[in-house]
């Protein structure tokens, strides 16, 4: 291999090995030697005679002879001679022999070789420069870019353009072989990633042309225009986008200037998609518009064939449609080239890459049309034609992205089975370019096929295993979409627990890589959904805030979010609402319907899917803040997108909009529809019977209970409930799961029963209350069980005991009040005084253990034990005892003006009792005072809160009649009063 060794090898070694100098040829060819700066060759090659003996024993042998008879002091022979008197014809031989060395190496495949040779050729021609020396550079910067070193191939081509340039300055007639030279060291620099400098020198060329055009050189305008165009791309790719453009049109009014349409159509072109990263859609259409009509009128005026121009103008305007949304009329520019683009490809099949980029775009151009069918057959065509090309193009990943994509449009018809082998041939065909991040996305898209596949979960399931293997080993974004899917499959197998790990892993990977919200928002909202499904609500709730958010600041740059978006929504809604923040839940489900109602289109099921949900999800909030009438105009459009949605999928469909229609008749029971509501409610039965969902049957059965019940059809609300609770018994029995739903189904059928029938229901719901860890439920449950006890005439002591097991004792004493309060009102008087004897035991042990206890359940008992004794017909007794309460209960009230409004209202109503009471026992004197005071507490709750205004008409009716038995000249004014305030009062 040739090396240029240090430049002054040849100076150092010449006196030292040789002795005297040599004569005067030597000296003469030694100094146009060293004068040229040429390189020398390294010691190890030298001969033992001289450095220019073996140089020209390489590039020169003829003057081998001669110059070993010079060196030897003999007389020089007539050539050497005539190189004594001009040295530059030493240096023509040399360059002569420099050139056909460097062939040789290129030959032998020895790159540093020709690269050392040519080098060499440089330097001899130094002196003389000229076009031989641009030659010799060029082919020198050719030399160094095929071995990979851009920067000496950029410096050795700028010499060969500055040398060129130079020489056009004297000798315009050179113009258009600069720009050639331009055109090719610019593109140079692009590839060694210095788009400034190629800017600079492509500006430099077009202003020199201009200057020329502008002095009269008229014939030099085309090259003008070249050069426009050439400063532009250069323009462009140094991202000076807005000059770019202006440039570009400059270029395209100098081609038509000179009669160049072909040109001014590729300019137009070029115009339009810069256009279109200046963001300016109209305008980037109506110059791809302008390159067609170039181009088409070149196809009429020109004998040459045009079509190929014809067809990729037409493609360009039908890009720029779609991107304006004026998709029909995209498709029908893309289809009014199909049949000339698709013979162009049989006649010259090298133009696969641009036939294939329009068959992706007819295809997705069909598929946005709703042309389902159409979008098919161009994505197999697209398939065809990228695989016809691999052998000549190598181009697998483009095969292999054809294949997902086919497979994408196969599976919306329902050909899963082969959008699931498209997807795996995708995966080979990028094993087999190598490509391991694009075998893994190809594993997780076809795990996403084979899911909705009939059948067991595993095939899928070890795809996405797989996936993540695979993934493991290169990180980044394939890991994190690869445990996605995984987190999706492991969801389908019913394994939520796995599904959430993974979930969460790919939120840590894409942490980690500080990835876009646009790969780290969904693995948010999925790690979102599975930590719902655990009961894990805080993780819940703060992914999805975070998913959401981030979602909504991609939506607000790019509107194509507003479909997640509106999931995320439906997700953080139905978490609001879990933790009863209904206003909260109503604004995200409120929200996703409105970016739902903007995107819903008939041809989008996915969106429909999401607006039927987020409907039915407002409209349940509507229902539970009180606003039926929204909440029913929600329903019954919930109703009507399910009801289209079932049409097509009736299997996938069936269920939810049973449960919408269960939803609609809530909202119709709401405004008292009984009728309509429970004609909702059979078809919610219905369809779940027809789908055969036993757990939505269960639920809808139940519901049709409460149907029946409010028609006063108690019977069949008994059957349809009892129905409903043994599907969910036989759903506990052989699925196992949650036990809530049969525990509240059975309570649900106890409140229709007879309490002696009651009591058995009671006892189940009870214990599976507690099997599922619902402690509150389970105490609510027991102390219904203790008033059916009591109503059917049972011993409650029992149950008593449990109750003040399972609660603190002061809590169990306030319970059991409740329950005998609530007896007392059905009469039971008996069964409200055992349980209220209980309680008061329950009561004096605990003060036994803590005389320090407030007395608040106290003051409750004494008020229960007055109700009793003046339900016995003891009235003095209940005075008395309301008395005893009014004591304990005043002193806990806080005192002065400022005292909750709940207080003084337990106050009032204290008072009024104690009034009531004495009034019964004909003590109408001692009642005057405490009505009179409790009037006054009305009155001041009253002007404060309209709520209060029946309390008070009450409470003024009977302060009347106690004025009117203790004759009291007030007593017809204040019963005026009452009667004012009573017929000013809305009926209900």
Same mark, same amino acid.
Request: hydrophobic letters at 45%.
């Given at each position: 291999?040739?090396?240029?060794?240090?430049?002054?090898?040849?100076?150092?070694?010449?006196?030292?090995?040789?002795?005297?100098?040599?004569?005067?040829?030597?000296?003469?060819?030694?100094?146009?030697?060293?004068?040229?700066?040429?390189?020398?060759?390294?010691?190890?090659?030298?001969?033992?005679?001289?450095?220019?003996?073996?140089?020209?024993?390489?590039?020169?042998?003829?003057?081998?002879?001669?110059?070993?008879?010079?060196?030897?002091?003999?007389?020089?022979?007539?050539?050497?001679?005539?190189?004594?008197?001009?040295?530059?014809?030493?240096?023509?031989?040399?360059?002569?022999?420099?050139?056909?060395?460097?062939?040789?190496?290129?030959?032998?495949?020895?790159?540093?070789?020709?690269?050392?040779?040519?080098?060499?050729?440089?330097?001899?021609?130094?002196?003389?420069?000229?076009?031989?020396?641009?030659?010799?550079?060029?082919?020198?910067?050719?030399?160094?870019?095929?071995?990979?070193?851009?920067?000496?191939?950029?410096?050795?081509?700028?010499?060969?353009?500055?040398?060129?340039?130079?020489?056009?300055?004297?000798?315009?007639?050179?113009?258009?072989?600069?720009?050639?030279?331009?055109?090719?060291?610019?593109?140079?620099?692009?590839?060694?990633?210095?788009?400034?400098?190629?800017?600079?020198?492509?500006?430099?060329?077009?202003?020199?042309?201009?200057?020329?055009?502008?002095?009269?050189?008229?014939?030099?305008?085309?090259?003008?225009?070249?050069?426009?165009?050439?400063?532009?791309?250069?323009?462009?790719?140094?991202?000076?986008?807005?000059?770019?453009?202006?440039?570009?049109?400059?270029?395209?009014?100098?081609?038509?200037?000179?009669?160049?349409?072909?040109?001014? =159509?590729?300019? #137009?072109? +070029? $115009?339009?998609? /810069? @256009?279109?990263? %200046?963001?300016?859609?109209?305008? &980037?259409?109506? *110059? !791809?518009?302008?390159?067609?009509?170039?181009?088409?009128?070149?196809?009429?005026?020109?004998?040459?064939?045009?079509?190929?121009?014809?067809?990729?103008?037409?493609?360009?305007?039908?890009?720029?449609?779609?991107?304006?949304?004026?998709?029909?009329?995209?498709?029908?520019?893309?289809?009014?080239?199909?049949?000339?683009?698709?013979?162009?490809?049989?006649?010259?099949?090298?133009?696969?890459?641009?036939?294939?980029?329009?068959?992706?775009?007819?295809?997705?151009?069909?598929?946005?049309?709703?042309?389902?069918?159409?979008?098919?057959?161009?994505?197999?065509?697209?398939?065809?034609?990228?695989?016809?090309?691999?052998?000549?193009?190598?181009?697998?990943?483009?095969? =292999?992205?054809? #294949?997902? +994509? $086919?497979?994408? /449009? @196969?599976?919306? %018809?329902?050909?899963?089975?082969? &959008?699931?082998? *498209? !997807?795996?041939?995708?995966?080979?065909?990028?094993?087999?370019?190598?490509?391991?991040?694009?075998?893994?996305?190809?594993?997780?898209?076809?795990?996403?096929?084979?899911?909705?596949?009939?059948?067991?979960?595993?095939?899928?399931?070890?795809?996405?295993?797989?996936?993540?293997?695979?993934?493991?080993?290169?990180?980044?974004?394939?890991?994190?979409?690869?445990?996605?899917?995984?987190?999706?499959?492991?969801?389908?197998?019913?394994?939520?627990?796995?599904?959430?790990?993974?979930?969460?892993?790919?939120?840590?990977?894409?942490?980690?890589?500080?990835?876009?919200?646009?790969?780290?928002?969904?693995?948010?909202?999925?790690?979102?959904?599975?930590?719902?499904?655990?009961?894990?609500?805080?993780?819940? $709730?703060?992914?999805?805030?975070?998913?959401?958010?981030?979602?909504?600041?991609?939506?607000?740059?790019?509107?194509?979010?507003?479909?997640?978006?509106?999931?995320?929504?439906?997700?953080?809604?139905?978490?609001?609402?879990?933790?009863?923040?209904?206003?909260?839940?109503?604004?995200?489900?409120?929200?996703?319907?409105?970016?739902?109602?903007?995107?819903?289109?008939?041809?989008?099921?996915?969106?429909?899917?999401?607006?039927?949900?987020?409907?039915?999800?407002?409209?349940?909030?509507?229902?539970?803040?009180?606003?039926?009438?929204?909440?029913?105009?929600?329903?019954?459009?919930?109703?009507?997108?399910?009801?289209?949605?079932?049409?097509?999928?009736?299997?996938?469909?069936?269920?939810?909009?049973?449960?919408?229609?269960?939803?609609?008749?809530?909202?119709?029971?709401?405004?008292?529809?009984?009728?309509?509501?429970?004609?909702?409610?059979?078809?919610?039965?219905?369809?779940?019977?027809?789908?055969?969902?036993?757990?939505?049957?269960?639920?809808?059965?139940?519901?049709?209970?409460?149907?029946?019940?409010?028609?006063?059809?108690?019977?069949?609300?008994?059957?349809?409930?009892?129905?409903?609770?043994?599907?969910?018994?036989?759903?506990?029995?052989?699925?196992?799961?949650?036990?809530?739903?049969?525990?509240?189904?059975?309570?649900?059928?106890?409140?229709?029963?007879?309490?002696?029938?009651?009591?058995?229901?009671?006892?189940?719901?009870?214990?599976?209350?507690?099997?599922?860890?619902?402690?509150?439920?389970?105490?609510?449950?027991?102390?219904?069980?203790?008033?059916?006890?009591?109503?059917?005439?049972?011993?409650?002591?029992?149950?008593?005991?449990?109750?003040?097991?399972?609660?603190?004792?002061?809590?169990?004493?306030?319970?059991?009040?409740?329950?005998?309060?609530?007896?007392?009102?059905?009469?039971?008087?008996?069964?409200?005084?055992?349980?209220?004897?209980?309680?008061?035991?329950?009561?004096?042990?605990?003060?036994?253990?803590?005389?320090?206890?407030?007395?608040?359940?106290?003051?409750?008992?004494?008020?229960?034990?007055?109700?009793?004794?003046?339900?016995?017909?003891?009235?003095?007794?209940?005075?008395?005892?309301?008395?005893?309460?009014?004591?304990?209960?005043?002193?806990?009230?806080?005192?002065?003006?400022?005292?909750?409004?709940?207080?003084?209202?337990?106050?009032?109503?204290?008072?009024?009792?104690?009034?009531?009471?004495?009034?019964?026992?004909?003590?109408?004197?001692?009642?005057?005072?405490?009505?009179?005071?409790?009037?006054?507490?009305?009155?001041?709750?009253?002007?404060?809160?309209?709520?209060?205004?029946?309390?008070?008409?009450?409470?003024?009716?009977?302060?009347?009649?106690?004025?009117?038995?203790?004759?009291?000249?007030?007593?017809?004014?204040?019963?005026?009063?009452?009667?004012?305030?009573?017929?000013?009062?809305?009926?209900?």
């Amino acid at each position: 291999m040739i090396v240029p060794p240090d430049p002054d090898t040849f100076a150092v070694d010449r006196g030292a090995r040789h002795g005297p100098s040599p004569s005067s040829f030597a000296q003469a060819i030694t100094g146009a030697h060293a004068g040229t700066g040429v390189p020398q060759l390294p010691e190890h090659t030298l001969s033992a005679t001289h450095p220019l003996v073996d140089l020209a024993a390489l590039c020169a042998p003829d003057l081998v002879p001669a110059l070993r008879t010079l060196l030897a002091g003999a007389p020089a022979p007539a050539k050497v001679q005539l190189a004594l008197d001009d040295p530059a014809v030493l240096r023509v031989e040399l360059a002569r022999g420099l050139r056909g060395l460097a062939v040789r190496r290129h030959l032998d495949g020895d790159g540093q070789g020709e690269i050392t040779a040519l080098g060499l050729l440089t330097r001899v021609l130094q002196p003389s420069g000229g076009r031989a020396l641009a030659d010799a550079l060029r082919d020198l910067a050719a030399a160094h870019a095929a071995s990979g070193d851009l920067e000496a191939a950029v410096s050795a081509r700028g010499r060969a353009f500055r040398l060129l340039e130079a020489m056009a300055r004297d000798d315009e007639r050179l113009w258009p072989e600069v720009l050639i030279d331009a055109e090719e060291y610019t593109g140079l620099l692009h590839d060694a990633l210095r788009p400034t400098d190629a800017t600079v020198v492509s500006g430099r060329v077009a202003r020199a042309l201009e200057r020329l055009v502008e002095s009269g050189r008229e014939g030099l305008r085309p090259e003008y225009a070249r050069s426009l165009r050439l400063w532009g791309d250069r323009l462009a790719e140094d991202e000076e986008w807005r000059q770019a453009a202006d440039t570009v049109l400059h270029s395209v009014q100098e081609f038509r200037r000179v009669g160049d349409r072909y040109a001014a =159509a590729l300019g #137009l072109s +070029r $115009l339009s998609a /810069l @256009q279109t990263v %200046l963001d300016d859609p109209e305008e &980037a259409l109506a *110059s !791809a518009r302008g390159a067609l009509a170039e181009a088409a009128a070149l196809e009429h005026a020109d004998p040459g064939d045009w079509r190929m121009s014809v067809c990729m103008a037409t493609h360009s305007v039908a890009r720029r449609l779609s991107a304006l949304g004026r998709e029909d009329e995209a498709l029908d520019a893309l289809l009014s080239v199909r049949a000339p683009f698709e013979l162009l490809h049989e006649e010259a099949p090298e133009i696969h890459a641009s036939y294939a980029d329009y068959l992706e775009d007819l295809s997705a151009a069909c598929a946005a049309a709703g042309a389902v069918e159409e979008a098919l057959e161009a994505a197999e065509a697209l398939v065809e034609a990228r695989r016809a090309a691999v052998d000549t193009t190598g181009d697998l990943p483009g095969l =292999a992205l054809a #294949l997902l +994509r $086919l497979g994408e /449009l @196969q599976r919306p %018809l329902g050909h899963v089975g082969r &959008a699931a082998e *498209s !997807a795996r041939e995708a995966a080979e065909v990028f094993a087999a370019h190598g490509d391991a991040e694009g075998r893994v996305h190809a594993l997780c898209v076809l795990s996403d096929h084979l899911a909705l596949l009939d059948g067991p979960p595993a095939a899928a399931l070890e795809h996405a295993e797989e996936a993540v293997e695979q993934a493991r080993g290169l990180g980044g974004r394939s890991l994190g979409e690869a445990l996605t899917v995984l987190g999706n499959r492991r969801e389908d197998a019913g394994d939520v627990s796995g599904a959430f790990e993974a979930a969460a892993e790919a939120v840590e990977v894409f942490r980690a890589l500080d990835a876009s919200p646009g790969w780290i928002a969904p693995a948010l909202h999925h790690r979102a959904a599975r930590a719902r499904q655990l009961g894990e609500h805080d993780l819940a $709730l703060d992914s999805a805030l975070e998913a959401t958010a981030l979602y909504q600041d991609l939506y607000e740059d790019d509107l194509s979010y507003g479909l997640v978006l509106a999931e995320s929504l439906c997700l953080l809604g139905r978490l609001r609402e879990a933790e009863r923040r209904f206003e909260h839940a109503l604004t995200a489900a409120e929200r996703a319907v409105s970016l739902l109602e903007r995107l819903h289109h008939p041809d989008f099921p996915r969106v429909t899917v999401c607006l039927a949900m987020s409907l039915r999800d407002a409209a349940r909030l509507h229902e539970r803040m009180g606003t039926q009438d929204k909440a029913l105009v929600l329903a019954r459009r919930a109703v009507t997108l399910y009801g289209e949605l079932a049409k097509d999928d009736p299997v996938r469909f069936r269920p939810p909009l049973a449960d919408a229609w269960r939803t609609l008749g809530s909202c119709l029971s709401g405004l008292g529809h009984d009728e309509d509501a429970y004609t909702a409610a059979l078809f919610d039965v219905d369809l779940h019977r027809e789908s055969g969902d036993r757990t939505g049957l269960a639920h809808a059965l139940c519901s049709l209970g409460h149907r029946h019940e409010a028609l006063g059809r108690t019977d069949e609300a008994i059957a349809v409930t009892r129905e409903s609770l043994d599907v969910h018994e036989e759903l506990l029995l052989l699925e196992g799961g949650d036990p809530l739903p049969t525990a509240r189904t059975a309570s649900r059928l106890a409140e229709l029963l007879a309490p002696e029938d009651a009591v058995g229901l009671r006892e189940r719901a009870i214990t599976l209350f507690t099997d599922a860890e619902e402690d509150t439920e389970a105490t609510a449950e027991l102390l219904r069980l203790l008033r059916d006890r009591a109503l059917a005439g049972d011993d409650v002591a029992e149950t008593v005991s449990r109750v003040s097991a399972q609660e603190d004792t002061v809590e169990a004493v306030r319970a059991l009040t409740a329950v005998a309060d609530r007896l007392i009102g059905d009469g039971e008087l008996e069964g409200a005084e055992a349980v209220h004897t209980q309680a008061r035991a329950l009561w004096d042990i605990h003060l036994l253990e803590r005389p320090g206890t407030p007395a608040g359940p106290a003051a409750a008992l004494w008020e229960t034990e007055a109700a009793l004794k003046s339900r016995f017909g003891l009235p003095d007794a209940a005075a008395d005892a309301q008395a005893m309460a009014l004591e304990l209960l005043e002193p806990l009230l806080r005192p002065g003006r400022h005292r909750p409004a709940e207080q003084d209202g337990a106050l009032a109503r204290s008072l009024a009792r104690l009034a009531a009471y004495l009034a019964d026992a004909d003590r109408p004197a001692e009642a005057l005072p405490h009505q009179a005071r409790a009037t006054g507490l009305y009155e001041s709750l009253a002007t404060r809160f309209p709520g209060h205004r029946h309390a008070l008409a009450v409470s003024l009716g009977a302060l009347a009649d106690l004025q009117a038995r203790t004759g009291s000249p007030e007593a017809e004014r204040t019963l005026a009063r009452a009667t004012a305030l009573s017929s000013a009062l809305p009926e209900d």
